[in-house]
C-alpha cells in the first residue's frame, strides 16, 4: 500500500519563503513529483526527483531522501499568484508512469 | 502547445444513468489515466492505459469502466451512475516511462 502525508494547509508572506513537506510510505520507489493546482484548474507539473538532494528551477527547488521517505517543496520570493494546491506524488516500480497522490497542501499568500 | 480536451466541464445526471467522459489528447502519448478528485481525499486513479486497447486498473475501479480504442482517446464510463460518484474526473496523459502528465481541465460530474 501507499501512505504519503503533507499539511492540510499553508499561509505565508508575499516575498517570503516557504517550505512544504511531504512524507512518503510506498512499497516501491521510482520518483517522486510536485505538482501545483490553481483553483478550479488543473494539475501542472513543478518537479521531479529520483535520486537523493536538491533539484533547482527558478524559485522553485525540490528536495529528496530516499532513505528517511521524505521530499520538501521550497518556494521563495513568493508570489500572490503562487496561492494554489500543491501535490506530492509517488511513482512506484511499475511500467505504466502511474501516480500515487497525496492529498496536496494549500498554501494562500497574503500581502 | 500541449492539450487534453475533456468532452464536458460540468456535467448533471441523474441515478441509474449510463454515463460517458471523453478525453482527448493530441500529444501521441502511450499513457492515459482517469483521475477523480475529492475534497480531502486528493486525486485517486481510477483507471490508466498504456496502449490501444489496453488498460489496468487504478485504486478505485468499482463502478468503472474504460474504453481505449484509438491512441488519442480515453473513454470512462459509468455504467450506473450513483451520487457517491459526483466528484470531479481528470484526464491526464504521458509518454511512456515519462516523468510529466499533462492533465485535461477536469469535468465537475454532479449525479442526482
Known amino acids: 500500500g501507499q501512505n504519503i502525508d503533507q499539511p492540510t494547509e499553508m499561509t505565508a508572506t508575499e516575498g517570503a519563503i516557504v517550505q512544504i513537506n511531504c512524507t512518503y510510505q510506498t512499497s516501491g520507489f521510482n520518483g517522486l513529483f510536485w505538482y501545483q493546482q490553481h483553483a478550479g484548474e488543473a494539475p501542472t507539473f513543478l518537479s521531479y526527483n529520483v535520486l537523493d538532494g536538491l533539484e533547482e528551477k527558478g524559485r522553485f527547488s525540490s528536495f529528496l531522501s530516499r532513505s528517511k521517505g521524505y521530499s520538501y517543496l521550497l518556494l521563495k520570493e513568493l508570489q500572490m499568484k503562487d496561492s494554489a494546491s500543491y501535490l506530492c506524488?509517488?511513482?512506484?516500480?511499475?511500467?505504466?508512469?502511474?501516480?500515487?497522490f497525496g492529498t496536496g497542501t494549500r498554501l494562500t499568500v497574503i500581502p | 502547445d500541449v492539450k487534453v480536451t475533456q468532452s464536458s466541464r460540468y456535467l448533471v445526471k441523474r441515478t441509474g444513468e449510463k454515463v460517458f467522459l471523453e478525453c482527448v489528447q493530441d500529444m501521441d502519448h502511450e499513457n492515459m489515466f482517469w483521475y477523480r478528485q475529492d475534497p480531502g481525499l486528493g486525486l485517486r486513479l481510477i483507471y490508466f492505459?498504456?496502449?490501444?486497447?489496453?488498460?489496468e486498473k487504478g485504486d478505485i475501479p468499482e463502478g468503472y469502466s474504460v474504453s481505449r480504442e484509438k491512441k488519442e482517446r480515453f473513454s470512462l464510463i459509468l455504467e450506473s451512475a450513483s451520487t457517491n460518484q459526483t466528484s470531479m474526473y481528470l484526464c491526464?496523459?504521458?509518454?511512456?516511462?515519462?516523468?510529466?502528465?499533462?492533465f485535461g481541465p477536469g469535468t465537475r460530474l454532479t449525479v442526482l
Open positions: 492505459s498504456y496502449d490501444v486497447k489496453m488498460k
Open positions: 506524488a509517488v511513482r512506484e516500480e511499475t511500467g505504466a508512469n502511474n501516480l500515487f
Open positions: 491526464a496523459s504521458s509518454t511512456y516511462g515519462g516523468n510529466e502528465q499533462f
